[in-house]
C-alpha cells in the first residue's frame, strides 16, 4: 500500500495534539485567549516561547507549593536519576514518603500510591465498594474527582445504565444530603466530597459540613472519603482533617505530595487499606506507582515544608491578595465575592455569596474573561476558567502580590465598559 505524502505545508508543533493540548482547560478558550507554550519555569516566574515572564499564579493547579523548580527537589531528582530512572520494584523512598504522610495525616496508617489523583479517587471508590459490599457512591455537584469513569457519568463514553451507581448533592445543603443518605443508605458504599471545593472555583465548607457528614455515614455503615488531592499539604503540614477536625474513612491526595511529578496516594486505616492487593482481593497495580523520580521529589518537598513551614506566611499573602483584590472591585463599582481558603482563593464576579456549584455558575464569566485577560497581558497568569484556584507558593513574596493588585487596579477599570 502506498505510503500518503505528508502535507508539504510546515504545521506548528500544537498540531499534532489534540485542541493543541493534554489537559482541557490549558486551551485558555474559556476566556477567549490564546494558549500559551511553555518555555521554562523558576520560582515565582514562567516563561513563554516568545520569552515573555510571567509571575505565575497557576502553580501546576496547585502542586508547586515551592514555587518552580525548588533547589532542594532538584537536588533529589538528580540524586534519584543516579540510582536508577525506573526499577518496578519497591524502594526505600517509597516507605519514606508514607511514613510522612502516615505521621501527619491523622486518620492514615497505611498508603497505597497512584500515579495520579484520578487513579487514587477512582482506587478509593472500588476499595470502598469491596469494603462495604455496596455499590452507591454519593458526590456533591461542582467536586471533581478525576476522570475515571465511576465518577464521571454523565460524560460521553460513559454507559448511561451507570447512572444509578452515582448520586449527586449540592454542597453545604445538609437537608438535602441528608434526604440522600438516609434513601440509599442500604446500598451506599461512600460519600466522596473535596472538604474545600477547588474544581467549581474556591468553595469552603459551611460550619457543620464536614462533621455531618462524618456523622451520617457512620450512622448508615458507608465510608467518609475526602479527596484531598488540592487540600493535602497545602493548608498545612497534613491535611484538611486537621484544619476542620474530621478524619475521613479514606483519604486521596497528589499534587503537592509529588513535588511537582506526577502522583496519587490512597490513605486509611490498615483494616481498610488490607483489603488492597497483595493483601486482599481488590485489585490495584501499575508499573509507575511509586515511581522512584516522584517519589523522591515528594521527600524532599514534604521534608522541606516540615523544616520550613510557610503557612503562615501564605495565608497572609493570600488575606493580603484577597483583600486587596476586594478593594479594588468596590472602588470600580465591580460586584465581586473573593472566596479564600488557605494559599488558594477564586475570584467570582457576582453580587451574591458563592457557596455550591449553583451560585459559581451564575457568576459572569465574560467579566472573569475580560479581567484573566488583562492581568495576562499585564505579567499575571491566573487559572484561565473561572471555576479553578488561583495558588501562591513559597516562592511568591508582597512583591508578587503588590504586581498583581497593580495590574489588576488596572484591569477592574476597563471592566466597567464590560457588561455582566
Not at 178 to 195: F, G, M, N, S, T
Request: hydrophobic residues 45%; aromatic residues 6%; charged residues 20%.
Amino acid at each position: 500500500m502506498p505510503t500518503a505524502k505528508r502535507p508539504s505545508k510546515k504545521r506548528a508543533p500544537v498540531d499534532f495534539l489534540v485542541g493543541g493540548v493534554n489537559s482541557p482547560v490549558r486551551n485558555f478558550r474559556a476566556v477567549n485567549d490564546a494558549p500559551i507554550i511553555v518555555k521554562r519555569a523558576a520560582g515565582p516566574w514562567l516563561f513563554d516561547d516568545r520569552n515573555r515572564r510571567y509571575v505565575d499564579f497557576i502553580m501546576g493547579w496547585g502542586a508547586l507549593l515551592l514555587g518552580h523548580n525548588p533547589p532542594v527537589v532538584v537536588e533529589g531528582l538528580l540524586e534519584a536519576l543516579k540510582r536508577g530512572e525506573l526499577f518496578g520494584l519497591t524502594h526505600a523512598n517509597e516507605s519514606r514518603l508514607a511514613r510522612s504522610i502516615v505521621n501527619w495525616v491523622p486518620s492514615v496508617e497505611q498508603v497505597r500510591f497512584t500515579v495520579s489523583g484520578s487513579e487514587a479517587c477512582m482506587t478509593a471508590v472500588r476499595l470502598a465498594r469491596a469494603y462495604t459490599g455496596r455499590s452507591t457512591v454519593l458526590a456533591f455537584d461542582g467536586c471533581y474527582h478525576g476522570h475515571g469513569d465511576s465518577l464521571m457519568i454523565g460524560s460521553a463514553g460513559v454507559p448511561a445504565n451507570w447512572a444509578s451507581s452515582l448520586v449527586r448533592a449540592p454542597l453545604n445543603n445538609l437537608k438535602e444530603v441528608e434526604r440522600l443518605v438516609l434513601q440509599h443508605a442500604a446500598d451506599l458504599a461512600c460519600v466522596i466530597v473535596e472538604p474545600v471545593a477547588a474544581n467549581i472555583g474556591v468553595i469552603p465548607p459551611s460550619r457543620g459540613f464536614l462533621e455531618a457528614l462524618r456523622t451520617l455515614t457512620r450512622k448508615v455503615g458507608a465510608l467518609l472519603v475526602f479527596d484531598e488531592v488540592v487540600t493535602g499539604f497545602r493548608l498545612g503540614n497534613g491535611s484538611a482533617q486537621k484544619v476542620y477536625g474530621t478524619a475521613a474513612d479514606l483519604t486521596t491526595l497528589g499534587k503537592v505530595i509529588g513535588g511537582g511529578l506526577p502522583i496519587g496516594a490512597v490513605g486509611g486505616p490498615r483494616g481498610i487499606m488490607e483489603r488492597l492487593s497483595p493483601c486482599g482481593d481488590v485489585y490495584h497495580g501499575g508499573t509507575f506507582a511509586g515511581h522512584p523520580l516522584s517519589m523522591a521529589a515528594g521527600v524532599a518537598a514534604l521534608e522541606e515544608l516540615q523544616k520550613n513551614p510557610p503557612y503562615d506566611r501564605l495565608r497572609a499573602l493570600a488575606d493580603q491578595l484577597s483583600d486587596g483584590i476586594k478593594t479594588q472591585a468596590e472602588k470600580a463599582g465591580v460586584a465581586v465575592q473573593v472566596n479564600c481558603v488557605g494559599s488558594m482563593l477564586t475570584v467570582f464576579f457576582t453580587e451574591k455569596p458563592v457557596v455550591d456549584a449553583a451560585s459559581a455558575r451564575a457568576t459572569s464569566r465574560k467579566r472573569f474573561a475580560h479581567w484573566t485577560r488583562a492581568l495576562r497581558a499585564a505579567g499575571i497568569l491566573i487559572p484561565p476558567s473561572p471555576f479553578e484556584a488561583l495558588f501562591l507558593s513559597a516562592a511568591h513574596s508582597e512583591k508578587h502580590v503588590a504586581q498583581f493588585l497593580e495590574a489588576s487596579a488596572r484591569a477592574f477599570r476597563g471592566l466597567r465598559r464590560v457588561a455582566a
